[in-house]
């Protein structure tokens, strides 16, 4: 009887903490937004004999994202982020946190071939997916 007493008082209590729980939905923004904020990387000079190309830029409700890949002699040598953008801090947290693990894992790998990041799902997706774009281009330019 007693345990089924405090089963019982847990319950309520966790009911009206669940009850209490406020969240907001995340802000949602088109690409074209005038407030929707325009991360752009700076990139560092090619190297001699290499080719680069633009990947398309990809469109999330949360984010828009732009990939740069460099080959030389056919291979990955260099990732620039073109353009990164959030709907919101937590998106840009997100994207911030992403990125660079993303660019140093396909570098690593030579190719878009590799794991999304934990976490980043979406961003990660559509990062990969523009680099691949970008690297189809500058095979067929080079």
Do not use: C
């Amino acid at each position: 009887m007693r345990r089924a007493v405090v089963a019982l008082v847990l319950t309520a209590v966790a009911v009206v903490l669940l009850a209490r729980y406020e969240t907001t939905p995340p802000v949602t923004r088109s690409a074209d937004d005038p407030r929707r904020p325009k991360a752009i990387a700076t990139a560092e000079p090619p190297p001699p004999g290499s080719v680069s190309a633009v990947g398309p830029a990809l469109v999330t409700p949360f984010s828009a994202i732009q990939v740069k890949a460099t080959l030389k002699d056919g291979k990955l040598v260099g990732i620039e982020t073109v353009a990164l953008s959030g709907d919101g801090p937590h998106t840009d947290a997100l994207n911030a946190r992403a990125e660079p693990i993303l660019r140093e894992r396909a570098l690593r790998a030579g190719s878009a071939d590799v794991d999304v990041v934990s976490g980043a799902t979406s961003t990660s997706e559509i990062w990969l997916e523009s680099l691949r774009g970008a690297i189809r281009k500058a095979r067929r330019a080079d």
